[in-house]
């Protein structure tokens, strides 16, 4: 019953007030606190390394899509080699049709023969696809792998550059406001 009178009340009998509650400020309190304490521990430096560490992954998986770039192309051209084959094969029957006099056999073999003609022509379009993919990916892996040898050869001195950048001092100066300022 008191259950039952405390919810018969309603919200006009205890007015909200705009001001943060308690629970609220502590809430702030703690999450200001818990944040500040991740920045403190997060490390600039690792963080640079880590993203060249990425880099390289990114780079390795790259070369595996550039393999399968490659097969798919050896695949189109093997395709073709056959599709060329079958329309040689559609031309000589279209031939051995018309020397045994059957026309309407001879129109039949050349109407296959266009059928495969029309895919010989979209199979070339698709290795000329295949192979600008390829020259283009391994090209951006070349120059990718050149920034990261670049970048893993000076780790170190972004590393440091980062970690003077959060204490906010300029690179190559000797005091960061801590021991040798006192």
């Known amino acids: 019953a008191r259950g039952a009178l405390l919810l018969s009340v309603g919200a006009d009998a205890f007015p909200m007030s705009n001001k943060p509650g308690l629970f609220s400020r502590i809430k702030n309190s703690i999450s200001s606190a818990l944040n500040d304490a991740v920045d403190a ?49 559609w031309v000589g029957k279209a031939e051995q049709a ?50 990261h040898k670049s970048l893993n050869l000076r780790r170190g001195s972004l590393m440091a550059q980062a970690r003077a950048a959060k204490k906010g001092m300029a690179p190559g100066t000797l005091g960061d406001g801590g021991t040798l300022s006192r």
């Open 41 to 89: 521990v997060s490390d600039p430096g690792q963080e640079v390394a880590l993203m060249i560490d990425d880099l390289g992954t990114q780079i390795q998986e790259s070369e595996k899509d550039l393999k399968q770039a490659i097969v798919d192309r050896k695949m189109l051209e093997r395709k073709i080699t056959e599709l060329e084959a079958a329309e040689k094969q």
């Open 98 to 147: 018309l020397r045994l006099g059957d026309e309407e056999l001879a129109r039949a073999a050349l109407a296959r023969k266009g059928d495969y003609s029309l895919q010989l022509v979209d199979a070339r379009a698709g290795l000329q696809q295949q192979i600008e993919l390829a020259d283009t990916m391994a090209r951006q892996i070349k120059e990718a792998k050149a920034k």
